[in-house]
């Protein structure tokens, strides 16, 4: 009579090697993966701060220009829209018009514009980014 639980054999051993395997070839993938999305964001989040700090700061010369339009003799340091503060220098090169220079730091990013604007009748000239 012959116990099974005395045989000698090796049961399921040649199963390891493959799983193993498997699973280290699985782990190097992940860690593959999840580097090339770290460096991924890492080059898309200044992107997005550099487009949203231009929005913002379209929308604070937008916010100046409409006093401005009320105002002529408007010209503040420093203006507040939404969460960030826009920083404004206003000078007359021509009488009759003013060159606006404004900057917007969001996180790292720091955006600035020149505007020049004639004021009667009330119309940019010309806007531009360094």
């Known amino acids: 009579m012959k116990f099974f639980w005395l045989k000698k054999e090796p049961q399921g051993l040649s199963l390891i090697l493959p799983v193993l395997l498997l699973g280290v070839a699985g782990i190097?993938?992940?860690l593959f993966l999840a580097s090339s999305v770290s460096v991924s964001l890492a080059e898309?989040?200044?992107k997005q701060d550099a487009l949203k700090s231009r929005e913002y700061l379209l929308g604070c010369l937008d916010e100046y220009l409409v006093h401005l339009n009320?105002?002529?003799?408007?010209?503040p340091t420093s203006m507040n829209f939404?969460?960030?503060?826009c920083t404004s220098v206003v000078s007359d090169p021509v009488s009759g018009q003013k060159q606006i220079v404004l900057t917007m730091t969001?996180?790292?990013?720091t955006r600035q514009l020149t505007a020049l604007v004639q004021l009667s009748p009330l119309s940019i000239i010309r806007?531009?980014?360094p």
């Open 28 to 30: 190097a993938v992940f």
């Open 82 to 85: 939404f969460d960030t503060a």
């Open 127 to 129: 806007i531009s980014e």
């Open 44 to 46: 898309i989040l200044p």
């Open 70 to 75: 009320v105002d002529q003799s408007f010209s």
């Open 106 to 109: 969001k996180r790292s990013v």
